[in-house]
């Protein structure tokens, strides 16, 4: 195969089928292959990856070439077949694996690129154009561009014949056997090949060429009067020189997207009056293509020629647009807020002259009318609207001809005084400060300006400084012109058919607010791992914007795949901001908004007004497309919505009842504000724009540069939370090579957060030498305490000896009536030490133990019976009442009438680790109960790691400060194993407390005092509920520790318990299912988590794919390791749907 092994390590059976020909065979005896990606590890099967070779065929290396053969032969990650063998070598051939074992060979990977993200084969590409019929032959190279350092492929071809080619025609001819990735961007004519000596081709001998230089060389002139009209304004667009710019130029590649293909489709019905469709455009992507398809609307008489221009209508009152409307109604209800204010700020250059300044300013304020507008509503109509909560109808704008505008000069130290609330009903809207010569202050309400707006008066007024300002008529349009224009609009067909986007769009799907948490439980960083059984409580926070730079190489991948793939940038970040919000809120349908910048039309560019809208949108994440289609599914959206400039939110919220919405999706390419000269009033080309939402203050720096700030996520959501869904919008990027997988298969989890929710947070694990049973563990705490106490019952006490002894003496019966291993015994008593002798002797029988609360309903203790078909049942004499049911049917034992003197001999243990040890039916309030089976492994881990998790309660243990433990629970709940088993298996005593004593408190407290408790298990619920009685609240003074299992634990009730005692409190979790517990928490302070999980058990909390969520967010818990059971019994369906098989080991 390769000089560097022993020639060949394959073999293959030519005989197979065409398919298995390709590939080059198994590997040979003693040899070993592997074929890895970038990071070393094996592909699956049938992924491509480089190919490696180990085994007895590898020589030692390159003869004095060090370094080549420390890079080629290097030390193999896995363990060697043979002694001696310890390298692999990289051989640079790619290849993958087929199913039954063969290697198939794909080539050279030093003849592969990557362009656009996509492996390219260069030969493919040189053989398929060497198919049309004028080339002689081709060569394919890849190239870095000189400016934007992204790659491109470049052609040089050997026509026949030495005749002259189309490139149109051989692009259109590539593309009809290549996708459009492997389709070269530049052609060049050679006369010959260069070749070496040994004939192979000598690529640095072709000719080197500049991008620019090749844009001339390929440069086909306009010549339609069409073709010359599109390259003008796609020229004004992109800012382009003429001859960067011809009839086969196309212009997606130019870098049209959502945003500016409106721009160019009103200039196309501005100057040609025609009204293209954007689906035309992107479907016509050459100068050539779209000219023909105009031309030939033009010939059919079939096209749209409204051609609707902004008149001047010279009125001083003018209607609210729907954006000033939304502003209007929220402001009137807090008049009192500087919600709506946008401060700015900018540094002045050391040698203006002040009173030029303030010239230009005064000019550019008359020269703006809508600067000079107030806002008023009559009396009568805000009252009733107050009343009705309706839209208000009756507000209007008037333009205030003597509003003059005062400039405030003060100190730096009075610049907290100058951002204050507006009145709307007085004119101006507009304040200016001066403050020490050196900065210039705007504060300017939102109703009449937007981001834009700023840039462009902050423009105006270093124009109008140095004198290179436009010319201005009171002929042109203004902002109010622009109302009375949209006002007249809104009475058409054109506001009827965009209604009904919105319409069809939230009648087709139900929708939430998508509720993410509003910050990270992150007290420390030592329980930065501790789980949270419900999400937070939604406060409202400050609005801001949150930036961070996307790295160089990401930038130039995500420039290929918008041209690669004809996307908008916009479209591939509201998609992976949707796909990212989904998977945090748990939501298919994701009910967002997009801002609007709404200035497609010429008229609009250099207005300053109020453009920008907000637009509802659900979109729905399909689980079963690829992120591709997602993508541009988005894509059509997004265009029918910048095509909008009718609809606002305020109104779409009025007549479709929308629910109230908490994100927005802001995406803004750059920083409007650009001053063409080259001479500036301010330092650095910039300024600062100051939120100050609640009357705080947060600032926004803009910046040139692509960053996350250019999606502006305006939430109310801690910085922590968004710094976690910014990681993940990066992971999703990160994959934009594999947008063509289905959407849920795309990662949104970076790969250190997911290694340590995996693996990190679930890495306590302990190696038993040698695991007991239940049974046994107690015989060894017996030999050892015989005389303690084990139970207290009443005036009744057991010591450690007399209860294994007791325990012997039933496990003995039990074998004479043939209990056999793992057969389910039910036990049906009271709460008392005949429960507990009961449960010790099915063990040390080999059996199951089933407990049996006897108050249950007779049919619900008869169904369970029915579900273990058990040999024998185990009661005491006080169940009397359902005996008459059971007797007949089963094999009934009362353990109060045995004889717990005869046979006390040790019985042999016959069981082993995986065996049932007990089972426990759910309540069955969600249906019929169910029986989880649970193993002596399962108790053991328990019993051993449970009290090592928490080091206050070991040392108390350790320390004997913890003795009696209160006996509480019905038998029939896991939380008794804390009480009995647990104690039991510690040399502790239980103390044990019978049902009609529990029901009493005042009694029970008195119990409590009297036998010294100083620990106690129950639920919150239960604990709550004792803590009502006086007495109780005296004697757990005494209590050392308080352990809560079953419920939610409410901080509250913590606090209540410490006004009383200093006891320990711990926090547990855990379902039947999983042996008690899996995780608990000793809770210090008011950060109620349920702890990290305890030895050997691991805790997921996965999404609706089994996919790990992000630290922060909810999902469901999911439960592996030790204390997981074997199911339930006779429900295989159910035990199939509820115990599945780990995603991760």
């Not at 008037?398 to 709307?424: G, M, T």
């Not at 650009?674 to 001479?679: G, T």
């Amino acid at each position: 195969m390769c000089s560097a092994n022993c020639i060949d390590l394959n073999n293959i059976d030519l005989n197979a089928d065409k398919e298995i020909i390709k590939s080059i065979g198994k590997t040979l005896c003693n040899y070993e292959v592997y074929i890895l990606d970038k990071f070393m590890k094996p592909v699956p099967i049938g992924v491509e990856g480089e190919i490696y070779i180990g085994g007895a065929g590898v020589g030692k290396g390159y003869l004095n070439n060090i370094e080549l053969t420390n890079k080629k032969f290097i030390e193999s990650p896995f363990k060697p077949l043979l002694k001696h063998s310890n390298k692999i070598y990289s051989t640079g051939d790619l290849g993958k694996w087929t199913e039954d074992g063969q290697i198939i060979y794909i080539g050279r990977s030093d003849f592969q690129v990557k362009i656009n993200g996509q492996r390219i084969e260069l030969s493919e590409i040189e053989n398929t154009i060497t198919l049309y019929p004028l080339i002689d032959h081709a060569i394919v190279i890849n190239k870095k561009h000189e400016k934007t350092n992204s790659d491109y492929l470049i052609c040089y071809y050997k026509s026949k014949m030495n005749e002259s080619i189309s490139e149109l025609d051989l692009k259109r001819f590539i593309l009809k056997k290549l996708p459009k990735f492997m389709c070269p961007n530049y052609f060049m004519k050679i006369e010959k090949i260069p070749l070496f000596s040994s004939g192979k081709i000598n690529t640095k001998e072709l000719p080197i060429i500049k991008i620019s230089e090749m844009n001339v060389i390929n440069y086909v002139p306009p010549e339609t009067k069409t073709e010359k009209e599109i390259c003008s304004i796609l020229q004004y667009l992109f800012k382009i020189n003429e001859n960067e710019i011809g009839k086969t130029t196309d212009f997606i590649e130019l870098g049209i997207n959502s945003l500016n293909s409106i721009k160019f489709s009103y200039m196309i019905e501005r100057r040609m009056n025609i009204k293209l469709e954007i689906k035309d455009i992107l479907s016509h992507s050459t100068i050539q293509e779209i000219s023909n398809y105009i031309d030939e609307i033009i010939k059919s008489n079939t096209h749209n020629s409204k051609n609707e221009t902004i008149k001047k209508c010279g009125k001083e009152q003018f209607p609210l647009t729907s954006q000033q409307l939304g502003i209007y109604i929220d402001f009137i209800q807090n008049k009192n807020t500087t919600t709506y204010n946008i401060p700015v700020s900018m540094t002045l250059k050391d040698d203006i002259n002040i009173k030029r300044l303030e010239y230009s300013i005064q000019k550019m304020f008359n020269r703006n009318k809508i600067l000079k507008s107030k806002y008023l509503m009559n009396d009568t109509e805000m009252n009733n609207n107050k009343k009705n909560n309706k839209i208000y109808n009756n507000i209007y704008g008037i333009i205030d001809e003597n509003a003059q505008l005062n400039i405030e000069h003060f100190s730096s130290d009075k610049i907290n005084s100058f951002v204050r609330p507006f009145n709307l009903e007085v004119a101006p809207l507009f304040r200016v400060a001066i403050v020490d010569n050196s900065v210039l202050l705007l504060d300017i309400h939102h109703i009449i300006v937007d981001g834009t707006s700023i840039s462009i008066l902050i423009r105006q007024i270093n124009e109008i400084y140095y004198g290179v300002e436009k010319t201005f008529t009171n002929e042109e349009v203004q902002y109010s012109d622009y109302a009375w224009f949209i006002n007249e609009k809104k009475e058409s067909k054109e506001y009827d058919e965009q209604f009904k986007f919105y319409k069809e769009m939230f009648s087709t799907m139900e929708y939430e607010t998508p509720e993410i948490p509003m910050k990270t439980f992150k007290n420390n960083e030592n329980n930065e791992n501790e789980i949270i059984l419900n999400s937070m409580n939604n406060k409202k926070g400050k609005i801001g914007t949150y930036q961070k730079n996307i790295k160089k190489e990401l930038n130039e991948r995500i420039n290929n795949y918008l041209k690669e793939n004809r996307i908008s940038i916009t479209s591939l970040f509201f998609s992976i901001y949707i796909y990212v919000l989904s998977k945090y809120s748990k939501q298919n349908n994701i009910y967002t908004s997009v801002i609007n910048n709404n200035r497609n039309r010429l008229q609009c560019e250099e207005m300053i007004g109020m453009f920008v809208t907000t637009h509802p949108l659900l979109i729905n994440i399909p689980s079963n497309d690829s992120f591709n289609k997602f993508i541009n599914e988005n894509m059509k959206t997004l265009l029918k919505v910048y095509e909008d400039e009718l609809e606002s939110f305020a109104g779409l919220t009025e007549k479709l009842n929308l629910k109230k919405l908490n994100n927005c999706f802001i995406y803004q390419p750059e920083n409007t504000f650009k001053s063409k000269n080259e001479n500036n009033i301010f330092k650095n080309n910039e300024y600062n724009i100051f939120y100050s939402p609640n009357d705080g203050e947060s600032k926004v720096n803009n910046e040139q540069s692509l960053t996350f700030s250019k999606f502006d996520l305006f939430n109310i959501y801690d910085i922590d939370i968004i710094d976690k869904f910014v990681q993940s919008f990066e992971k999703v990027i990160d994959q934009i090579e594999n947008f063509g997988n289905i959407i849920n298969d795309i990662e949104y989890i970076p790969d250190n957060e997911k290694n340590r929710i995996i693996y990190e947070f679930n890495c306590d694990k302990y190696e038993y030498e040698n695991v007991k049973c239940y049974h046994t563990e107690f015989e060894k705490v017996a030999k050892e305490k015989p005389k303690e106490i084990a139970i207290i019952y009443n005036d009744i006490k057991i010591n450690y000896m007399k209860l294994d002894e007791m325990s012997n003496s039933l496990g003995h019966l039990l074998l004479m009536k043939n209990v056999e291993r793992n057969d389910i015994i039910p036990i049906i008593t009271d709460r008392s030490p005949s429960f507990i002798v009961s449960t010790l002797a099915i063990s040390k029988a080999g059996g199951a133990f089933l407990p049996i609360d006897k108050n249950l309903p007779d049919d619900r203790i008869l169904y369970i019976l029915s579900e273990v078909s058990p040999k024998l049942i185990l009661c005491t004499c006080n169940i009397s009442e359902i005996d008459i049911k059971i007797r007949g049917k089963y094999n009934v034992y009362d353990v109060n009438q045995h004889d717990y003197n005869k046979n006390i001999n040790q019985l042999n243990n016959i069981n082993e680790i995986q065996d049932t040890c007990y089972v426990l039916f759910t309540s069955g309030t969600t249906g019929k109960p169910k029986g989880t089976i649970l193993t002596h492994y399962n108790l053991y881990n328990y019993i051993k790691r449970y009290p090592m998790e928490c080091n206050s309660l070991y040392s108390l243990m350790k320390t004997n400060s913890i003795r009696n433990v209160l006996g509480i629970t019905n038998f029939s709940f896991d939380i008794y194993h804390n009480e009995i088993t647990y104690s039991l298996c510690h040399g502790l005593t239980i103390v044990l407390v019978s049902q009609e004593l529990s029901e009493n408190i005042q009694e029970l407290s008195q119990y409590i005092m009297k036998n010294s408790i100083d620990f106690i298990n129950t639920t919150p619920t239960r604990f709550e509920l004792f803590m009502e009685n006086e007495l109780f609240r005296k004697v757990i003074s005494n209590v050392r520790a308080i352990i809560f299992i079953g419920e939610k634990l409410p901080y509250s009730l913590c606090k209540e318990i410490h006004k009383y005692s200093n006891s320990n409190i711990y926090n547990g979790y855990g379902p039947t299912e999983c042996t008690v517990v899996c995780s608990y928490k000793h809770i210090t302070d008011n950060n109620v988590t349920i702890g990290k999980p305890i030895s050997n058990n691991f805790i997921y909390i996965l999404d609706n794919k089994l996919k790990p969520v992000p630290i922060g967010v909810e999902g469901e818990i999911y439960i592996g390791g030790a204390g997981v059971g074997q199911g339930y019994i006779n429900r295989k369906e159910l035990t199939t749907e509820k115990f599945i098989k780990s995603p991760f080991y």
